[in-house]
């Protein structure tokens, strides 16, 4: 059974600060996936990571893939309040999705 | 990219009872698909739906509690049928199509229920 593990599961950093956020797959997926959910909201689609090596960036947010160690992250660049949300990642394994377990972030002022 | 719109956005109903929970897309697509979000935890896949054959079940989800309707491109139907209340939960579809950040799913706003 494919799992999907994120850690942590909950950040709490200052402004301005760095940070990484690591999503763990446990078979063979070529094709990663980033989203960001604000409370009460649906989902945000982040990133499409299609290839070992794909590296995505978009304002602060910078994502990674590396098939062979099964493990993509996302970085946080000088973090603003407005990034508070809880970030998703998901493996696509035959065009199902599988979610990881989720980071919620918070970004203290 | 496509505009992805559900029907209802929230409701609260009495447990027994069923609810139907439409989801419409403003192009055509192959495959929409239902998740489930309980609070505070990730999505579960409940069930892939493409038009003109019957939907496809993840284990832990069975068509006479989640029956799904897909009668064309562009629209689909979730039931939750005799409902208790750990069905409460967001109820989400997706489709996969090429939008903004490439091709990847885009989900609905979701539709919140409360069984009480």
């Known amino acids: 059974e494919l799992k999907v593990e994120q850690n942590p599961l909950f950040l709490s950093m200052q402004e301005g600060k760095n940070y990484t956020i690591y999503c763990n797959y446990s078979?063979?997926?070529?094709?990663l996936y980033w989203y960001r959910q604000d409370p009460g909201k649906s989902l945000e689609s982040l990133f499409v990571l299609l290839s070992n090596g794909a590296v995505k960036q978009e304002g602060r947010l910078m994502a990674s893939l590396d098939t062979k160690a099964r493990l993509s992250t996302l970085h946080i660049t000088a973090a603003v309040h407005d990034l508070s949300a809880t970030y998703f990642c998901?493996?696509?394994?035959?065009?199902?999705?599988?979610f990881g377990t989720g980071t919620r972030l918070k970004v203290l002022a | 990219s496509a505009v992805i719109s559900q029907k209802p956005s929230r409701d609260i109903c009495q447990r027994g009872t069923s609810l139907t929970i439409q989801c419409q897309v403003d192009?055509?697509?192959?495959?929409m698909f239902w998740y489930r979000q309980q609070p505070g935890q990730s999505l579960t896949l409940i069930a892939t739906a493409n038009q003109g054959s019957e939907a496809t079940y993840e284990s832990g989800f069975v068509i006479d509690k989640f029956p799904i309707s897909r009668p064309n491109l562009t629209f689909s139907t979730l039931t939750v049928s005799n409902m208790s209340p750990e069905d409460s939960s967001i109820y989400l579809c997706?489709?996969?199509?090429?939008?903004?950040?490439?091709?990847?799913?885009?989900f609905g706003p979701g539709t919140r229920l409360l069984v009480l």
């Open positions: 078979t063979t997926s070529d094709r």
């Open positions: 998901a493996v696509d394994t035959s065009y199902k999705y599988i």
């Open positions: 192009s055509q697509v192959t495959m």
């Open positions: 997706s489709v996969e199509l090429h939008g903004r950040v490439g091709e990847t799913q885009y």
